[in-house]
């Protein structure tokens, strides 16, 4: 039998004056009621009730130990409330894993918002261009844009994430506009190093494909810097529309062959489990959904409009 169960029916036995209101009040039968007592006696080798046909009285062991065993069970009823006050409202630090190019005035305003609804919630967010171990590593939650996660972990899908073939308005000048996407190769690019780009194609209208040839000029492994790299003229590079989608509006970076464009990639909320998963990262994700769902509309009336 369960120990603290047999606590909680003997506390109920002593409060209520007998076997039979005990077990009214605890929702199970008379004879159940006695055996939790019996072998609550029997495992500490003491009597704990005088019994009578028409009255129970505590004997000298079980006036001890009605004082100890029901102080215990008040100090953990206690705790399992403040626990559960805990698990009803997000708080605490959590770790957050995602893209360098996360860093826009775009996601600090989400993050901003975020924090106007959870003010108990201390967010850590560290910007990185490599998969983490989120276990190891100690984290509660990795954001990955990719076109497919890890099936050995939870993944949530946030919202489609365009990145676009851009360079300077003056580079592509000086190298010669490309127009179609074998006069790409003869401009120099900037490669991120932590994913392959062998094999990439690119789309165009009636589902045509081009592959796309690059001629690097450096590697990087850091999104802002590829940025600043583009920005000075060094060569073309994929970059997401949420880090080149005010030099697109501006002029000083163009999308080169426009007709033509990558696949999309999702942006992924993962972690490890949905099991006992706390309010602080369900109520992170949840706002993560609904608002980047919400701003990426937005983006697409924008870019409508524009085209327009």
Avoid at 152 to 158: D, G, Q, S, T, V
Avoid at 265 to 279: D, G, H, I, K, N
Wanted: net charge positive.
């Amino acid at each position: 039998m369960d120990r603290m169960t047999s606590l909680r029916v003997f506390r109920e036995v002593v409060e209520s004056g007998s076997f039979t209101a005990a077990a009214d009040r605890l929702a199970i039968s008379a004879p159940m009621v006695s055996k939790h007592v019996a072998q609550l006696e029997k495992s500490l080798g003491a009597r704990l009730l005088n019994r009578s046909s028409r009255h129970l009285s505590l004997t000298e062991a079980g006036t001890a130990w009605y004082a100890q065993s029901t102080q215990a069970l008040d100090l953990l009823d206690a705790a399992e409330v403040a626990i559960g006050r805990r698990n009803d409202t997000p708080r605490g630090r959590l770790k957050v894993s995602a893209p360098v190019w996360c860093a826009t005035p775009r996601f600090a305003r989400v993050l901003a918002d975020y924090r106007a609804r959870c003010p108990e919630v201390l967010v850590d967010i560290h910007l990185e261009n490599r998969k983490i171990d989120l276990a190891a590593d100690g984290y509660d939650l990795a954001l990955r844009a990719t076109q497919e996660p890890s099936p050995a972990l939870i993944a949530r899908p946030l919202c489609r994430v365009q990145f676009h073939l851009v360079a300077a308005a003056a580079y592509a000048g000086r190298m010669g506009m490309p127009a179609t996407p074998a006069d790409l190769a003869r401009l120099g690019a900037i490669v991120p190093s932590y994913v392959k780009l062998e094999g990439l194609s690119l789309k165009g209208a009636g589902g045509r494909h081009a592959p796309l040839r690059f001629q690097p000029v450096m590697f990087s492994d850091d999104t802002t810097l590829t940025l600043h790299a583009v920005r000075a003229g060094m060569g073309m590079a994929f970059l997401p529309e949420w880090l080149v989608d005010n030099d697109l509006a501006q002029g000083g970076l163009i999308r080169l062959v426009p007709d033509y464009a990558a696949p999309p990639v999702t942006l992924f909320a993962v972690y490890t489990s949905r099991q006992y998963m706390a309010p602080k990262l369900r109520s992170f994700i949840d706002f993560l959904a609904e608002r980047l769902v919400v701003d990426d509309k937005a983006a697409q009336r924008r870019a409508k409009h524009s085209a327009a």
